[in-house]
Protein backbone atom coordinates (compact mmCIF):
# COMPACT_ATOMS: atom_id res chain seq x y z
CA UNK A 1 0.00 0.00 0.00
CA UNK A 2 1.17 3.55 -1.22
CA UNK A 3 2.02 5.71 1.82
CA UNK A 4 1.95 9.04 1.82
CA UNK A 5 2.32 10.99 5.70
CA UNK A 6 0.56 13.95 6.00
CA UNK A 7 4.39 15.93 6.88
CA UNK A 8 7.95 14.73 7.41
CA UNK A 9 10.72 17.02 8.31
CA UNK A 10 13.40 17.40 6.20
CA UNK A 11 16.37 16.55 7.44
CA UNK A 12 20.23 15.73 6.02
CA UNK A 13 23.52 14.58 7.58
CA UNK A 14 24.00 18.92 8.72
CA UNK A 15 21.73 17.99 11.82
CA UNK A 16 24.07 14.96 12.55
CA UNK A 17 26.98 16.87 12.42
CA UNK A 18 25.65 19.88 14.63
CA UNK A 19 24.77 17.71 17.08
CA UNK A 20 27.99 15.67 16.99
CA UNK A 21 29.48 19.09 18.11
CA UNK A 22 27.30 20.14 21.01
CA UNK A 23 27.80 16.72 22.32
CA UNK A 24 31.68 16.41 22.01
CA UNK A 25 31.62 19.86 23.53
CA UNK A 26 29.96 18.62 26.72
CA UNK A 27 28.02 21.39 26.60
CA UNK A 28 24.23 20.24 25.89
CA UNK A 29 21.94 22.15 28.08
CA UNK A 30 21.21 25.44 27.34
CA UNK A 31 24.40 27.56 26.50
CA UNK A 32 26.17 29.04 23.48
CA UNK A 33 24.58 26.99 20.29
CA UNK A 34 21.23 28.25 21.35
CA UNK A 35 22.33 31.99 21.32
CA UNK A 36 23.59 31.37 18.04
CA UNK A 37 19.81 29.90 17.38
CA UNK A 38 18.46 32.95 18.77
CA UNK A 39 20.53 35.10 16.66
CA UNK A 40 19.83 33.56 13.48
CA UNK A 41 15.80 33.49 13.85
CA UNK A 42 15.75 37.07 14.71
CA UNK A 43 18.13 37.63 11.93
CA UNK A 44 15.73 36.13 9.35
CA UNK A 45 13.15 37.78 10.59
CA UNK A 46 14.32 40.46 10.88
CA UNK A 47 13.90 41.69 14.77
CA UNK A 48 16.71 42.65 17.54
CA UNK A 49 16.14 39.72 19.79
CA UNK A 50 15.53 36.08 19.80
CA UNK A 51 13.90 34.18 23.08
CA UNK A 52 14.32 30.07 22.89
CA UNK A 53 12.01 28.35 24.85
CA UNK A 54 10.74 24.58 25.04
CA UNK A 55 7.62 25.21 22.93
CA UNK A 56 5.33 28.19 21.27
CA UNK A 57 3.02 27.39 24.02
CA UNK A 58 5.76 28.23 27.09
CA UNK A 59 7.02 30.87 24.66
CA UNK A 60 3.50 32.18 24.78
CA UNK A 61 3.02 32.00 28.71
CA UNK A 62 6.28 33.52 28.88
CA UNK A 63 5.56 36.98 26.43
CA UNK A 64 2.03 37.04 28.15
CA UNK A 65 3.57 37.35 31.31
CA UNK A 66 6.53 39.66 31.18
CA UNK A 67 3.76 41.81 29.06
CA UNK A 68 1.58 41.77 32.63
CA UNK A 69 -0.98 39.71 31.95
CA UNK A 70 -2.65 37.75 35.00
CA UNK A 71 -5.52 36.98 36.81
CA UNK A 72 -8.44 39.34 36.72
CA UNK A 73 -7.65 39.82 33.12
CA UNK A 74 -9.13 38.91 30.04
CA UNK A 75 -7.24 37.90 26.94
CA UNK A 76 -9.15 38.57 23.30
CA UNK A 77 -7.87 35.37 20.84
CA UNK A 78 -9.52 33.80 17.69
CA UNK A 79 -12.14 30.45 18.13
CA UNK A 80 -10.35 29.18 15.35
CA UNK A 81 -6.72 27.62 16.66
CA UNK A 82 -4.73 24.95 18.07
CA UNK A 83 -5.79 24.49 21.86
CA UNK A 84 -2.09 25.61 22.78
CA UNK A 85 -3.11 29.38 22.33
CA UNK A 86 -6.35 30.03 24.76
CA UNK A 87 -4.20 27.18 27.26
CA UNK A 88 -1.78 30.21 27.46
CA UNK A 89 -3.54 32.18 28.36
CA UNK A 90 -5.27 30.11 31.12
CA UNK A 91 -2.05 29.53 32.54
CA UNK A 92 -1.44 33.20 33.42
CA UNK A 93 -4.56 33.11 35.64
CA UNK A 94 -6.42 34.97 33.19
CA UNK A 95 -9.44 34.56 31.05
CA UNK A 96 -9.41 34.26 27.24
CA UNK A 97 -12.64 35.53 25.28
CA UNK A 98 -13.22 33.97 21.73
CA UNK A 99 -14.14 35.94 18.35
CA UNK A 100 -14.69 34.59 15.52
CA UNK A 101 -12.26 34.15 12.16
CA UNK A 102 -12.80 34.52 8.25
CA UNK A 103 -13.48 31.22 6.43
CA UNK A 104 -11.48 32.48 3.67
CA UNK A 105 -8.23 32.97 5.58
CA UNK A 106 -8.36 30.68 9.13
CA UNK A 107 -7.42 34.22 11.11
CA UNK A 108 -9.12 36.09 13.37
CA UNK A 109 -11.75 38.63 12.60
CA UNK A 110 -10.73 42.50 13.16
CA UNK A 111 -14.00 43.55 13.32
CA UNK A 112 -15.29 41.13 15.56
CA UNK A 113 -12.57 42.26 18.07
CA UNK A 114 -13.89 45.83 17.77
CA UNK A 115 -17.84 44.26 18.13
CA UNK A 116 -16.41 42.40 21.32
CA UNK A 117 -14.91 45.34 23.14
CA UNK A 118 -17.95 47.40 22.73
CA UNK A 119 -20.58 45.41 23.56
CA UNK A 120 -18.63 43.81 26.08
CA UNK A 121 -16.69 46.26 27.92
CA UNK A 122 -17.19 49.60 29.33
CA UNK A 123 -14.19 52.61 30.65
CA UNK A 124 -13.87 52.40 33.67
CA UNK A 125 -10.92 54.86 35.29
CA UNK A 126 -8.97 54.36 32.17
CA UNK A 127 -9.34 50.77 31.95
CA UNK A 128 -11.49 48.97 29.63
CA UNK A 129 -13.48 46.04 32.04
CA UNK A 130 -15.91 43.46 31.26
CA UNK A 131 -19.50 44.14 31.83
CA UNK A 132 -20.39 41.16 33.62
CA UNK A 133 -16.78 39.97 35.26
CA UNK A 134 -15.02 42.86 36.18
CA UNK A 135 -11.85 41.70 34.51
CA UNK A 136 -9.80 44.26 32.64
CA UNK A 137 -9.07 43.87 29.06
CA UNK A 138 -5.20 43.45 28.85
CA UNK A 139 -5.23 43.18 24.87
CA UNK A 140 -5.08 40.65 22.11
CA UNK A 141 -3.57 37.39 20.74
CA UNK A 142 -3.89 36.94 17.34
CA UNK A 143 -2.78 33.96 15.14
CA UNK A 144 -1.12 33.87 12.20
CA UNK A 145 -2.68 30.19 11.38
CA UNK A 146 -0.99 27.58 8.58
CA UNK A 147 1.47 29.86 7.82
CA UNK A 148 -0.40 33.21 6.68
CA UNK A 149 -0.77 36.69 8.96
CA UNK A 150 -3.69 37.82 10.42
CA UNK A 151 -4.20 41.49 9.49
CA UNK A 152 -2.13 42.35 11.84
CA UNK A 153 -1.89 45.71 11.10
CA UNK A 154 -6.01 46.30 11.63
CA UNK A 155 -5.31 44.42 15.16
CA UNK A 156 -2.54 46.73 16.08
CA UNK A 157 -4.13 50.13 14.94
CA UNK A 158 -7.74 48.74 17.58
CA UNK A 159 -4.79 47.81 19.98
CA UNK A 160 -3.42 51.38 20.15
CA UNK A 161 -7.24 52.69 20.02
CA UNK A 162 -8.24 50.94 22.99
CA UNK A 163 -4.53 51.05 24.76
CA UNK A 164 -4.78 47.31 24.92
CA UNK A 165 -1.24 44.90 24.73
CA UNK A 166 -0.72 42.35 21.70
CA UNK A 167 1.24 38.78 21.85
CA UNK A 168 1.14 37.29 18.31
CA UNK A 169 0.49 33.64 18.18
CA UNK A 170 3.05 32.90 15.14
CA UNK A 171 3.21 28.91 15.91
CA UNK A 172 2.66 28.46 11.87
CA UNK A 173 4.15 31.54 10.55
CA UNK A 174 7.91 31.99 10.83
CA UNK A 175 9.06 33.22 7.42
CA UNK A 176 5.58 34.75 6.42
CA UNK A 177 5.31 38.39 5.76
CA UNK A 178 3.16 41.14 5.01
CA UNK A 179 4.19 44.11 2.73
CA UNK A 180 7.76 42.50 2.99
CA UNK A 181 7.81 42.85 6.56
CA UNK A 182 8.37 39.29 8.89
CA UNK A 183 5.75 38.35 11.27
CA UNK A 184 8.03 39.63 14.21
CA UNK A 185 8.20 43.43 13.15
CA UNK A 186 5.02 44.35 13.90
CA UNK A 187 5.76 45.71 16.93
CA UNK A 188 4.77 43.29 19.37
CA UNK A 189 6.24 39.61 20.85
CA UNK A 190 5.65 36.93 18.22
CA UNK A 191 6.07 33.53 19.68
CA UNK A 192 7.41 30.82 16.82
CA UNK A 193 7.51 27.07 17.35
CA UNK A 194 9.70 24.34 15.91
CA UNK A 195 7.53 21.36 16.25
CA UNK A 196 8.35 18.41 13.76
CA UNK A 197 5.12 19.96 11.82
CA UNK A 198 6.47 23.28 10.94
CA UNK A 199 8.83 24.21 8.28
CA UNK A 200 11.85 23.61 10.36
CA UNK A 201 11.92 21.87 13.45
CA UNK A 202 14.01 21.72 16.67
CA UNK A 203 12.09 18.25 17.51
CA UNK A 204 10.29 20.44 20.17
CA UNK A 205 10.62 24.03 20.86
CA UNK A 206 9.90 27.43 20.26
CA UNK A 207 11.17 30.87 20.25
CA UNK A 208 9.91 35.02 21.17
CA UNK A 209 10.69 37.33 19.01
CA UNK A 210 11.16 41.04 19.88
CA UNK A 211 12.45 44.31 19.42
CA UNK A 212 12.93 45.38 22.86
CA UNK A 213 15.96 44.49 24.41
CA UNK A 214 14.54 45.23 28.16
CA UNK A 215 11.80 43.07 27.58
CA UNK A 216 14.18 40.07 25.86
CA UNK A 217 16.42 40.44 28.55
CA UNK A 218 13.59 39.99 31.39
CA UNK A 219 11.91 36.88 29.26
CA UNK A 220 15.54 34.87 29.45
CA UNK A 221 15.26 35.37 33.33
CA UNK A 222 12.29 34.12 33.83
CA UNK A 223 12.56 30.98 31.42
CA UNK A 224 15.61 30.34 33.62
CA UNK A 225 13.57 30.70 37.14
CA UNK A 226 14.25 34.15 37.13
CA UNK A 227 17.65 34.04 37.23
CA UNK A 228 19.76 37.17 36.74
CA UNK A 229 22.91 35.62 35.40
CA UNK A 230 23.03 32.78 32.46
CA UNK A 231 24.48 29.66 32.22
CA UNK A 232 27.08 30.00 29.45
CA UNK A 233 28.00 33.30 31.26
CA UNK A 234 28.54 32.42 34.53
CA UNK A 235 30.89 29.59 32.89
CA UNK A 236 32.94 32.83 31.54
CA UNK A 237 33.87 33.77 35.44
CA UNK A 238 32.82 33.39 38.82
CA UNK A 239 30.47 30.12 38.05
CA UNK A 240 30.89 28.85 41.94
CA UNK A 241 28.47 31.54 43.29
CA UNK A 242 24.46 31.10 42.04
CA UNK A 243 22.70 34.29 41.00
CA UNK A 244 20.20 36.31 42.15
CA UNK A 245 16.58 35.36 41.65
CA UNK A 246 14.49 38.30 41.96
CA UNK A 247 11.01 36.83 40.58
CA UNK A 248 9.81 33.46 40.75
CA UNK A 249 10.50 31.99 37.09
CA UNK A 250 9.87 29.08 34.95
CA UNK A 251 12.58 26.47 33.85
CA UNK A 252 11.55 26.54 30.04
CA UNK A 253 14.75 26.18 28.55
CA UNK A 254 15.75 25.03 25.15
CA UNK A 255 19.18 22.61 24.94
CA UNK A 256 21.98 23.18 22.62
CA UNK A 257 21.36 20.06 21.31
CA UNK A 258 17.79 21.13 20.27
CA UNK A 259 19.08 24.43 18.89
CA UNK A 260 22.27 22.55 16.91
CA UNK A 261 19.59 20.69 15.00
CA UNK A 262 17.70 24.30 14.69
CA UNK A 263 21.21 25.57 12.85
CA UNK A 264 21.11 23.16 10.54
CA UNK A 265 17.37 23.79 10.08
CA UNK A 266 17.37 27.27 9.45
CA UNK A 267 20.07 27.25 6.59
CA UNK A 268 17.88 25.00 4.37
CA UNK A 269 14.60 27.43 5.51
CA UNK A 270 14.74 29.07 2.21
CA UNK A 271 14.77 26.63 0.05
CA UNK A 272 12.09 24.31 2.17
CA UNK A 273 9.70 27.61 1.88
CA UNK A 274 10.14 27.95 -1.91
CA UNK A 275 9.64 24.07 -2.19
CA UNK A 276 6.31 24.19 -0.29
CA UNK A 277 5.09 27.27 -1.79
CA UNK A 278 5.78 25.36 -5.15
CA UNK A 279 4.11 22.48 -3.77
CA UNK A 280 0.91 24.78 -3.07
CA UNK A 281 0.64 26.22 -6.24
CA UNK A 282 0.77 22.20 -7.81
CA UNK A 283 -1.86 21.65 -5.53
CA UNK A 284 -3.94 24.68 -6.13
CA UNK A 285 -3.68 23.60 -9.92
CA UNK A 286 -4.80 20.19 -9.52
CA UNK A 287 -7.54 21.34 -7.24
CA UNK A 288 -9.11 23.89 -9.36
CA UNK A 289 -8.57 20.82 -12.40
CA UNK A 290 -10.26 17.76 -10.10
CA UNK A 291 -12.12 18.53 -7.23
CA UNK A 292 -15.12 21.39 -7.26
CA UNK A 293 -15.68 19.92 -4.16
CA UNK A 294 -12.74 21.58 -2.15
CA UNK A 295 -11.99 25.66 -1.73
CA UNK A 296 -8.11 25.75 -2.05
CA UNK A 297 -6.57 28.56 0.39
CA UNK A 298 -6.06 32.19 -0.16
CA UNK A 299 -2.58 34.35 -0.10
CA UNK A 300 -4.14 37.96 -0.10
CA UNK A 301 -2.18 40.51 -1.97
CA UNK A 302 0.60 41.86 -0.17
CA UNK A 303 1.23 38.81 1.99
CA UNK A 304 3.27 35.58 2.20
CA UNK A 305 2.11 32.57 2.75
CA UNK A 306 4.63 30.21 3.82
CA UNK A 307 1.74 27.02 3.72
CA UNK A 308 3.25 25.44 6.92
CA UNK A 309 0.42 23.16 6.31
CA UNK A 310 -1.50 23.20 2.97
CA UNK A 311 -5.54 23.67 4.53
CA UNK A 312 -8.51 23.39 2.21
CA UNK A 313 -12.35 23.80 3.29
CA UNK A 314 -14.98 21.10 1.95
CA UNK A 315 -17.67 22.66 -0.41
CA UNK A 316 -20.65 21.31 1.21
CA UNK A 317 -23.01 23.59 -1.39
CA UNK A 318 -21.29 21.38 -4.54
CA UNK A 319 -21.77 18.39 -2.41
CA UNK A 320 -25.37 19.22 -1.91
CA UNK A 321 -24.71 18.76 1.65
CA UNK A 322 -27.69 20.26 3.76
CA UNK A 323 -25.44 21.64 7.07
CA UNK A 324 -21.73 21.53 8.36
CA UNK A 325 -23.01 18.95 10.72
CA UNK A 326 -23.83 16.68 7.76
CA UNK A 327 -20.40 17.99 5.86
CA UNK A 328 -18.50 17.20 8.83
CA UNK A 329 -19.51 13.66 9.14
CA UNK A 330 -18.93 13.66 5.01
CA UNK A 331 -15.56 14.92 6.00
CA UNK A 332 -14.95 12.88 8.38
CA UNK A 333 -15.66 9.60 6.40
CA UNK A 334 -14.00 10.78 3.50
CA UNK A 335 -10.35 11.03 5.92
CA UNK A 336 -10.97 7.73 7.31
CA UNK A 337 -11.23 6.06 3.92
CA UNK A 338 -7.96 8.19 2.74
CA UNK A 339 -6.23 6.77 6.00
CA UNK A 340 -7.15 3.29 5.03
CA UNK A 341 -5.88 3.45 1.89
CA UNK A 342 -2.65 5.01 3.37
CA UNK A 343 -2.83 9.22 2.28
CA UNK A 344 -2.58 10.54 5.58
CA UNK A 345 -4.68 13.69 5.79
CA UNK A 346 -5.79 16.43 9.26
CA UNK A 347 -8.54 18.34 10.23
CA UNK A 348 -7.48 22.03 10.21
CA UNK A 349 -7.52 22.44 13.98
CA UNK A 350 -10.25 22.99 16.09
CA UNK A 351 -12.56 25.81 17.11
CA UNK A 352 -11.21 25.80 20.97
CA UNK A 353 -14.89 27.36 21.86
CA UNK A 354 -16.13 23.39 21.56
CA UNK A 355 -13.71 21.80 23.10
CA UNK A 356 -14.59 20.34 26.93
CA UNK A 357 -12.54 22.65 28.97
CA UNK A 358 -13.97 25.58 27.57
CA UNK A 359 -17.26 24.74 26.48
CA UNK A 360 -18.03 23.32 30.40
CA UNK A 361 -15.89 26.10 32.21
CA UNK A 362 -17.68 29.39 30.41
CA UNK A 363 -20.25 27.45 28.69
CA UNK A 364 -19.86 28.42 24.93
CA UNK A 365 -22.24 26.87 22.05
CA UNK A 366 -20.84 25.51 18.95
CA UNK A 367 -23.14 28.46 17.37
CA UNK A 368 -21.84 31.51 19.12
CA UNK A 369 -18.79 31.28 16.31
CA UNK A 370 -20.51 30.11 13.45
CA UNK A 371 -17.21 30.57 10.91
CA UNK A 372 -14.81 28.62 13.83
CA UNK A 373 -17.34 25.63 13.95
CA UNK A 374 -17.56 25.26 10.08
CA UNK A 375 -13.88 25.39 10.13
CA UNK A 376 -13.50 22.73 12.91
CA UNK A 377 -15.74 20.53 10.97
CA UNK A 378 -15.14 21.17 6.85
CA UNK A 379 -11.07 22.26 7.26
CA UNK A 380 -9.25 18.94 5.23
CA UNK A 381 -5.02 19.10 6.15
CA UNK A 382 -3.32 17.53 2.64
CA UNK A 383 0.11 16.38 2.73
CA UNK A 384 2.83 18.60 2.45
CA UNK A 385 6.29 18.31 3.03
CA UNK A 386 10.09 19.02 1.17
CA UNK A 387 10.59 15.12 -0.18
CA UNK A 388 6.89 15.05 -1.70
CA UNK A 389 6.92 14.38 -5.64
CA UNK A 390 4.71 15.83 -7.81
CA UNK A 391 3.39 12.04 -8.45
CA UNK A 392 2.30 11.86 -5.35
CA UNK A 393 0.61 14.94 -4.95
CA UNK A 394 -1.59 14.05 -8.21
CA UNK A 395 -2.24 10.87 -6.79
CA UNK A 396 -3.56 12.39 -3.28
CA UNK A 397 -5.90 14.74 -5.35
CA UNK A 398 -6.72 11.43 -7.59
CA UNK A 399 -7.73 8.88 -5.08
CA UNK A 400 -9.49 11.52 -3.80
CA UNK A 401 -11.53 12.16 -6.69
CA UNK A 402 -12.10 8.51 -6.54
CA UNK A 403 -13.50 8.66 -2.77
CA UNK A 404 -15.90 11.29 -3.58
CA UNK A 405 -17.30 9.42 -6.59
CA UNK A 406 -17.63 6.57 -4.25
CA UNK A 407 -14.87 4.56 -6.57
CA UNK A 408 -13.26 3.62 -3.50
Given at each position: MRKIPVTIPYFTDEEEQEVAKVL???WVAQGPTVAKFERAIAEHEGVAEGVATTSATTSLHLAMIANGL????????????????????????????????????????????????????????????????????WGIVPVHEFGLCCDINEVNAIAKEYGLKVVEDAACALGAMVGGVHEGGFGNCSCVSFHPRKSITTGEGGMILTDDPALAKRMRELRTH????SADARDKGHGFLLPEYNEAGYNYRMTDIQAAVGMAQVRKFEDILACKRRRAALYNELIAAKLPEFITPVEPEG?????????CMLNIKELGIA??????????????????????????????????????????KPEDLPNAYACDHLSITLPLYMQMTDDDQEYVVDTIRKVIDGRI
Open positions: ASGGAGMDAIAPAFTFVATENAIVMTGATPVMVDIHQETFNIDTRKIAEKIEEQYESRDGKLVNKDTGNILGSTVYYHTYQSYVSTAEGGAYRNNMLQTLEDIGIATRQGTHAVHMLGYYRNRFGY
